[in-house]
């Protein structure tokens, strides 16, 4: 008789159960499980609790697609004396679990659910990163956070958000370029369209945020870093444009790009912009939204 079996017939006679073996989940293609995350219930703290619910105030979100230029933005943003831009961190898939019905129930009785357990942690996490660095704000740019803003918004209600714009076609072609096995055209078109459209939902949901363009960073990043500066309240620096000091060490595999282009330490030409009639078509509608394309499908680098 088999293990499992002799297992279920004591827990059987004893409490009633059985053991099943968990179904092993088909692995997911990049995006699937940020936009598909099982629902937590939470607490959002009033304004006035806040000082008391979170250690940290006013962080800074950087919402984009993949390979929208979010890795340089946070290079130049982290090279600010005051400006903490770590990693790729990906709190939305850090979890926080009750392992049996004791802790839940001592947890319930703090009024703290799963979700309040998690951004508990979450806030903890980066607190600790902001501290670590001797600076005074944190600038987080997961391309999975634009999928969970609004649960951003319910743990931190006085967080700010960057959104971050990048011609879809460029998007989709860096994509594929980064793994043409592994993606090859059409996938990544699948892929990253999937980012992009919720990033166009927090750009609709009219968040308060400051959107840059990926084309503008690097035709003119002393414009655009003043700009961002004057959004985020602090003053502009010339070192933000050589953030290579950093980029030897700060940038992981796995966790950002990570490439020869990156590790310059300077900020890069942009792509020539794709023509109106390379743009896929399931991309065409999100372009002109954007500004990219006119109705009329005039190209615009605007």
């Not at 088999?2 to 059987?12: G, P």
């Not at 092993?24 to 937590?40: C, D, I, K, L």
């Not at 009024?111 to 942690?121: I, S, V």
């Not at 896929?280 to 605007?302: D, F, H, I, N």
Request: proline share 6%; hydrophobic share 35%.
């Amino acid at each position: 008789m088999s293990l499992m079996r002799n297992l279920n017939r004591a827990l059987t006679a004893t409490t009633g159960l059985q053991v099943r073996k968990a179904s092993r989940a088909a692995p997911s293609e990049p995006g699937a499980a940020e936009s598909a995350q099982p629902a937590v219930t939470y607490r959002r703290p009033s304004e006035q609790e806040l000082p008391v619910e979170r250690l940290l105030r006013r962080p800074v979100f950087i919402i984009s697609s993949v390979r929208s230029g979010s890795t340089l933005l946070r290079m130049m943003l982290g090279a600010h004396s005051r400006l903490h831009a770590p990693h790729e961190l990906h709190l939305g898939r850090t979890d926080v679990i009750c392992n049996n019905w004791h802790s839940q129930r001592a947890m319930s009785a703090l009024g703290l659910d799963r979700g309040d357990l998690e951004h508990l942690l979450w806030d903890r996490v980066l607190h600790r990163k902001l501290v670590r660095s001797g600076k005074d704000v944190v600038v987080e740019k997961t391309p999975a956070n634009a999928f969970m803003y609004e649960r951003i918004l319910d743990c931190w209600p006085d967080a700010r958000f960057v959104l971050l714009l990048r011609h879809p076609e460029s998007i989709v072609r860096s994509w594929h370029e980064s793994d043409p096995v592994k993606r090859p055209y059409d996938t990544a078109v699948t892929d990253a369209l999937r980012y992009m459209t919720a990033v166009e939902k927090v750009r609709r949901a009219d968040t308060g945020g400051c959107t840059v363009r990926y084309e503008d960073v690097t035709a003119d990043p002393e414009r655009e870093m003043r700009r961002l500066c004057a959004f985020l309240g602090v003053d502009y620096e010339p070192a933000m444009l050589r953030y290579g000091g950093k980029a030897g060490t700060e940038l992981i595999r796995g966790l950002g790009d990570w490439r020869d282009n990156i590790r310059t330490g300077t900020v890069q030409p942009g792509r020539e912009l794709p023509a109106d009639d390379e743009i896929a078509p399931a991309l065409r509608p999100l372009c002109q939204a954007w500004g990219y394309t006119s109705p009329e499908g005039v190209g615009s680098a605007a």
